[in-house]
């Protein structure tokens, strides 16, 4: 079972408190009329899948209830940083940084 | 009876017999005793018939990783348990133990004449047998198969047990209380850390306990032990766990320990739960598990009698019991020559040891010699005999070459082995740390970890009580600093006497000077795999060790290839001509040991395996006599039958008061859901796909909620109470998912909404009233609300008083019939109800249950989201297209309602059917085709979804969606099920007052 760190409550709770809500920065289009077929499609089902890195949405449901979004790799399952929904994607500094002291806070 | 105990040895105590049964047989042991080293002192090797071959097996270890002696197990009382392995089932007074997998009995069993079938029962048997033909399947193989298939009875009584679990946190896990585990945890203890030590055998000690010759720091092992224990006793940071077995390692130092709490005991207190689950979230994990020793594969080293020599050098310095009375050892590593010297100098004859290897070190041939122990060095064993004991092996020397020489015979009760020891990894494999193969010492070592954790002694290749000592205690103070814990003293030294020799090699069959072909070598003893059936998988083309292990079914078995995975692998790497780490090693999964489900399982069963939700209404209902049915995590009343009713006949009665006079219904489960803000207009709006600007404070609106795929999710009538408040209400299954879709839109989608959402299904209790008399009935008790139509019409919510308690009152109808749908805070839901109850026996009020609500809002082609839809149905299909607000220029899932598929007209939609046979209520789920005659397989073209027999018409009515449905009114359709097709027509969905008029009587 995974820690997960919400960032609006700024601390670890375990995975039991979580639920996953799929990729993150994948927003409504403002105006979707304004989309062809094919790009609405893109929207709703194309996702990136990938193998490492991924940046997927959590939601706190049995703590704040908040959206939240994470950097998880897929493939080792660890998470390299959380925060909060609305942040902009983070840069692989930002996740370097953020996975390193991870790493000091718990060694 | 023979006694194989030898006096002034072991540690069972010998003040406390135990009486227990093995198949019918009374015995008697000590307390302390294994089944198995019980058994053992009274000379019975014999415990089982193994898998496959039904042949004669004897203990092979003395510890977890037993593959033979499994055995069924009664506690008394209904436990019963099969496969319990008896080397590390505790004796006591009264315990029952049968053996397994034969019939008649242990002795003569039938299904032995599959031993003499065995050239026939070779790797991939079941693949090649069972191929053709195709008939055969069902009618022959598959019974077949299943009554040759699994071990052991299940038991037939509920488990009669309860079982608990627990989280823990600490600084340090220490797995393992062996030399190295106990040197981590009093480190780790030392330094402040907060500390659980687990250990899954009965004491701590590990191989201490068969080592009570050794001295440590000048003490004798046991002495040591006495005071260790003691040390770690004294410890108010360490928690001590014997019986306790680490069976999986997850992320992030998430370990399960699973404790045996009662198995041991004779009488097992009231309510004292069994095993206990320990969820542990460790910061630092020291794992020692020590190392399991390997069998040798050679002809015939499966017969009662022959044994891992550390498990006969366990028998007896641990419990005191000789497992022979003249014993030959045949090893290719030293340790088996210490099991030889105990044994000798407890008076056992050690008739010889073969050694397969060339050179020995001299100081165990002196050993020997002094002890006048005859010495094989460069011989081989090539086969054994004896049916239901082993009474001799067949040895050959080994020349130059390998040339195998003449063989000779010696007479023999056990057989002792030992290919050396393989260091268990298993825990740290379940973290995917990776393994390197250590060509020396011929086994796989930890490497890189993926997880804060340390290995030591044993379990990382570190063999010898110095070494396993200082390697933990190393591995203790370190993972203690690491957890924040450490003093940053040096830890502490060990002096050692009395260290064993442990060097040797490994390899795959010995040699033989016979067919080897033909060898009953076995590498894998509870699933009967041996060295030949790994050769043939490898001969038909089988190269990575994952393909042979699943044909072969190597390491498959419930040990989980314990002893089996590196004489396997090692026979598979000589087979395929390629190294062992170039063959690989099978994954580790957890659980580490077979493990109850009642572990598992822990509370979460009963009563309390789910959530059992019950409206303020529901005492009632079970006072009034209510069937009950289970709608997601609620139980609701389903109908309420009187004396003598059945459920048809109390749904017609119900259903006809509501139609001529007054029903009443709880209808609390109802999702409810408060939207409130100065932005809750335009939220709605967005979510839901009706208008919701210019609904009028006051006023009730059918609410449709897509997904953003465009099909429909959720359905609910929702009230606007005041410009910036709306009640909605869900589905009884969709609550909470309505919900959380909501939550999802406004804090990722729109945070710059100004609108608050609370769930408020359990603040409300709904007492649904329905029927033409409803009003007259509830006029009387209300309070600041004009009830006339005028003033109230249908679709109208208010705020005011019923019965004195505040209510918000909505005129709403889910029957077709005048109705009301009271909410009153929860707790006066019941007292209203049942004021409302008594006021309405004047016009015959009945209480109805679910099955009459849905027969009623059938009647009136009102659908079920989730039972008329099934996640592909957009408003169109469902019939639904005047709940879209189709100027709005955006809602969830609009767009998608614009994608070509879903305006396809070949949908299935939502369409009425009425049978031809009147009396023929079709089953829901029943497939729809066109044409009856056509041939098998049909084209289905939609499925019943509602089916009821109505009352009110005298006949049945259903729903279904069909292929272009609506177009296809008034066709016939057929519904073939297995005693008839039946023929129905396409009708539309309202089959009651489609003019509504009932609705504003």
Sequence with gaps: MLLIRCPYCEAERPELEFTYAGEAHIARPADPSALSDDEWRDFLFIRTNPRGRHFERWRHMHGCGRFFNAVRDTVTDKFAMTYKAGAPRPSDEEIALAASSVKEARP | ?1001
């Design chain 2, 1 to 1001: 009876m023979s006694n194989f105990r030898i006096a002034g040895k072991g540690r069972v105590n010998r003040s406390r017999q135990v009486r227990f049964s093995f198949d019918g047989v009374d015995y008697t042991g000590y307390e302390g005793d294994t089944l198995a080293s019980a058994l053992l002192a009274n000379g019975v090797h014999l415990v089982g018939r193994s898998f496959k071959y039904h042949r004669p097996r004897g203990f092979l270890t003395a510890g977890s990783e037993e593959p033979n002696a499994l055995v069924g197990t009664d506690r008394g009382n209904g436990r019963f348990e099969p496969n319990t392995r008896a080397t590390v089932l505790e004796v006591f007074e009264g315990l029952k133990t049968e053996s397994q997998n034969r019939w008649p009995s242990l002795t003569r069993d039938i299904g032995a004449v599959n031993d003499s079938l065995y050239m026939m029962f070779s790797a991939g048997f079941y693949y090649k047998t069972f191929m053709w033909p195709k008939s055969f399947w069902n009618k022959v193989y598959e019974p077949f198969i299943r009554s040759a298939a699994g071990l052991g009875k299940a038991p037939t009584a509920p488990d009669p047990d309860t079982y608990a679990s627990r989280f823990a946190h600490c600084d340090v896990l220490v797995v393992g209380g062996g030399a190295a585990g106990l040197a981590a945890a009093l480190e780790a203890g030392r330094s402040g850390a907060s500390v659980i030590l687990c250990d899954e055998q009965t004491e701590l000690g590990g191989s201490l306990l068969s080592e009570p010759a050794a001295e440590i720091n000048g003490q004798l092992a046991w002495d040591w032990l006495e005071d260790t224990n003691a040390a770690l006793a004294s410890m108010p940071n360490v928690t001590v766990l014997p019986r306790t077995t680490a069976i999986g390692y997850y992320h992030q130092n998430f370990v399960g320990l699973c404790q045996r709490l009662t198995d041991h005991l004779a009488i097992v207190p009231d309510g004292a739960p069994r095993e206990r689950m320990w969820k542990v979230r460790a910061k630092q994990v020291v794992l020692a598990q020590g190392a399991i020793e390997k069998p040798l594969v050679f002809a015939g080293n499966d017969r009662p009698g022959v044994m891992l020599a550390g498990a006969a050098r366990t028998y007896l310095n641990r419990y005191g019991v000789k497992v022979g009375n003249r014993v030959v050892v045949v090893t290719t590593h030293d340790s088996a020559w210490h099991a030889a010297f105990d044994l000798a100098k407890a008076g056992v004859e050690v008739a010889a040891i073969v050694d397969v290897r060339g050179t020995v070190p001299t100081q165990l041939v002196s050993a020997a010699d002094a002890l006048r122990i005859k010495t094989k060095i460069g011989w081989t064993v090539t086969g054994t005999k004896g049916r239901l004991r082993v009474s001799s092996v067949r040895v050959n020397p080994v020349g130059a070459g390998g040339k195998v020489g003449g063989a000779e015979t010696i007479a023999c009760d056990a057989l002792l082995m030992s290919g050396g020891w393989t260091p268990s990894v298993h825990l740290f494999s379940h973290t995917q740390g990776s393994l390197t193969w250590n060509e020396d010492g011929q086994m796989f070592l930890p490497g890189r970890g993926k997880e804060e954790c340390r290995l030591a002694g044993a379990g990382k290749g570190r063999f010898g009580l110095k070494a396993a000592f200082e390697d933990g205690a190393a591995a203790g103070a370190a993972a203690a600093a690491d957890a924040g814990a450490g003093s940053g003293a040096e830890p502490a030294s060990y002096h050692v006497e009395g260290e064993l020799s442990f060097t040797g090699v490994t390899g795959r069959e010995l040699p033989t000077d016979r067919d080897p072909g033909h060898a009953k070598a076995f590498v894998d003893f509870q699933n009967d795999v041996m060295a030949k059936d790994i050769r043939l998988a490898v001969r038909e083309g089988f190269k990575s060790i994952e393909h042979i292990k699943r044909y072969t079914t190597n390491g498959m078995a419930t040990d989980q290839g314990k002893t089996s995975n590196i004489n396997g692998l090692a026979v598979a790497s000589d087979a395929l001509k390629r190294p062992i780490p170039a063959v690989g090693l099978t994954t580790f999964r957890p659980p580490y040991t077979p493990t109850t489900f009642g572990t598992f399982a822990g509370y979460n069963k009963g009563a309390l395996f789910d959530v059992t939700r019950k409206t303020p209404i529901d005492g009632w209902a079970e006072e009034n006599g209510a069937v009950f049915e289970p709608v997601s995590l609620w139980r609701r009343a389903w109908y309420f039958p009187q004396v003598g009713e059945d459920m048809h006949t109390a749904v017609a009665r119900e259903c006809k008061a509501v139609r001529t006079s007054v029903g009443m219904f709880d209808a609390s489960t109802l999702g409810k859901i408060e939207i409130v803000g100065p932005d809750a207009a335009e939220f709605m709006n967005r979510m839901y796909t009706n208008a919701w600007t210019k609904l009028a404070p006051g006023r009730c609106r059918y609410g449709l909620l897509l997904g953003e795929d465009g099909f429909i999710r959720d359905d609910g009538v929702i009230g606007r109470l005041a410009h910036d408040r709306f009640h909605v209400t869900t589905t009884t299954g969709g609550a909470a998912r309505v919900l959380g879709m909501m939550e999802d839109y406004l804090q990722t989608e729109w945070p710059d909404l100004k609108v608050w959402l609370t769930s408020t299904t359990e603040q409300w209790s709904v007492i649904a009233l329905q029927g033409p008399n409803a009003r007259k009935l509830i006029e009387p008790f209300v309070e600041g609300i004009d009830l006339s139509e005028g003033a109230f019409p249908h679709m109208a919510v208010a705020t005011g008083r019923i019965c004195g308690v505040p209510t918000r009152l909505f005129r709403v109808s889910f029957t077709g019939e005048l109705g009301f749908e009271i909410n009153v805070p929860a707790r006066y839901g019941r007292a209203v109800w049942e004021k409302l109850f008594e006021a309405g026996q004047r016009f015959g009020i009945t209480p109805y249950g679910t099955e009459t609500m849905h027969v009623l809002r059938a009647e009136k082609g009102y659908i079920i989201v989730g039972q008329d839809t099934d996640g592909t149905l957009t408003p169109d299909d469902a019939g639904l297209s005047w709940a879209v607000g189709k100027t709005k220029p955006d809602f969830v899932g609009k767009r998608s309602l614009s994608r070509p598929d879903m305006l396809a007209n070949d949908r299935k939609q939502l369409v009425g059917l009425l049978t031809a046979d009147p009396k023929t209520v079709l089953e829901e789920g029943a497939q729809i085709v066109l044409d009856p005659n056509q041939p098998v397989p049909m084209e289905m073209v939609g499925h019943v979804t509602s089916s009821y027999w109505s009352a009110e018409l005298g006949r049945s009515i259903a729903f279904a969606v069909i292929q272009g449905g609506r177009s296809l009114q008034g066709q016939t359709v057929h519904v073939p099920m297995p005693d008839n097709v039946h023929s129905a027509t396409i009708t539309g969905m309202v089959f009651v007052d489609p003019e509504n008029k009932r609705l504003s009587a």
